[in-house]
Nanobody
Framework: QVQLKESGGGLVQAGGSLRLSCAAS????MGWFRQTPGKEREFVAA????????HYADSVRGRFTISRDNAKNTVYLQMNSLKPEDTAVYYC?????????????????WGQGTQVTVSS
């Protein structure tokens, strides 16, 4: 069983930065998703278990970076140049596969989510 717990969300002004953390056991493929009320969970970024393959949604590419610190069993999502449309609950997820996926249904374990609010 993989236990996931996000932290690092909060309120930030447009153009600012936040770093989300996800404490995760094991070197499994990890993903970040986000969700706003009334919408489906949206893919943000994913990192393979070997950390040599990262994927990003077009909406965040160049602004967000996913990374992993194996010594701390933690996956990060560095979010720069934040926009009001980035406001959402952000979830980290783990997948029992060496391959990344942009589909929420492909992930086996989920954290409880952390709120990110970007003010204009």
């Amino acid at each position: 069983q993989v236990q996931l717990k996000e932290s690092g969300g909060g309120l930030v002004q447009a153009g600012g930065s936040l770093r989300l953390s996800c404490a995760a056991s094991g070197r499994t493929t990890m993903g970040w998703f986000r969700q706003t009320p009334g919408k489906e969970r949206e893919f943000v970024a994913a990192l393979s278990g070997s950390s040599d393959n990262a994927h990003y949604a077009d909406s965040v590419r160049g602004r967000f970076t996913i990374s992993r610190d194996n010594a701390k069993n933690t996956v990060y999502l560095q979010m720069n140049s934040l926009k009001p449309e980035d406001t959402a609950v952000y979830y980290c997820a783990a997948r029992n596969s060496i391959f990344t996926s942009t589909s929420a249904s492909a992930y086996n374990y989920w954290g409880q989510g952390t709120q990110v609010t970007v003010s204009s």
